[in-house]
């Protein structure tokens, strides 16, 4: 269950790190949340791993938040190359 409330997660803060950083993208809409789907998982595992936030806590969306936008800033910078 766990793992289900962090890809919804990962899909709001898909979404918002869409809005953040706005821009065309190399792969499009669904990309994007599937990055921020990532991002929201790998921040989730890491700030929990490193005893930043507990399960639940609001501090989590953040991370996923921030997660996804770091991944796709990572996404653009080398996709764009090609």
Do not use: S
Not at 14 to 27: C, E, F, I, N, Q
Not at 50 to 76: C, D, N, P, S, T
Request: net charge positive; charged share 10%; aromatic share 8%.
């Amino acid at each position: 269950m766990d793992l289900l409330a962090w890809i919804i997660i990962g899909l709001l803060a898909g979404a918002l790190a869409k809005l953040v950083m706005p821009g065309r993208d190399p792969g499009g809409c669904i990309v994007t949340i599937l990055l921020g789907i990532a991002g929201a998982l790998l921040a989730g595992f890491v700030g929990r791993l490193m005893g930043f936030y507990a399960q639940g806590e609001r501090a989590g969306f953040v991370a996923a938040v921030v997660g996804a936008i770091a991944i796709l800033a990572l996404y653009r910078l080398f996709a764009g190359r090609r």
